[in-house]
């Protein structure tokens, strides 16, 4: 179809309005997707994991809404998601779990709930740089306030959980 050997699509910082459109997901080559700083409404459409080669998506400041679609999980190469300042709400733990090849991950300053637990992000082993603030995410029960195998991430240099409900010692 058209445009089936793009890899790269940059429309960050424009006027762009309306819902993201499906027929985005047909570009079975995509690498980068780059759609921040715009003003895309609705929710993301779940077709979105099926882009297996995706490594880049960003979605940042837009006012993008609903959970995210499981689907995301399916991304086994994404390194960088960025889906910060959005109206995202639920619960995303298992779907950010499941990308373990995130290196650099966005995610503040939205209305994500859920509970952080011990287990968080344990298998993220390329994870630098990790922004989960100004959220609503708490503490599991009986788990310390910041999960103790995020100390043995070694290539993790920036940490953000403030502004969450975190509790415990």
Not at 89 to 111: C, F, R, V, W
Request: proline fraction near 4%.
């Amino acid at each position: 179809g058209l445009l089936s050997t793009l890899r790269d699509l940059d429309l960050v910082d424009n006027f762009i309005t309306g819902p993201i459109p499906e027929e985005i997901c047909q570009l079975e080559d995509l690498q980068k997707l780059h759609l921040g700083d715009n003003w895309l409404s609705g929710v993301v459409p779940n077709c979105i994991g099926n882009i297996d080669s995706l490594l880049e998506l960003t979605l940042r400041e837009n006012a993008l809404e609903g959970t995210l679609p499981s689907q995301l999980s399916l991304l086994n190469e994404l390194s960088v998601l960025l889906i910060d300042s959005n109206y995202f709400q639920g619960d995303p733990i298992a779907i950010l779990d499941s990308l373990t090849y995130l290196e650099t991950l966005m995610a503040h300053a939205n209305n994500f709930t859920g509970a952080i637990h011990d287990n968080f992000l344990q298998s993220h082993d390329r994870l630098e740089w990790a922004d989960l603030s100004d959220n609503h995410f708490f503490s599991s029960a009986f788990d310390t306030a910041i999960p103790s195998n995020l100390f043995l991430l070694e290539r993790l240099q920036v940490l953000d959980l403030s502004g969450n409900k975190l509790q415990g010692s």
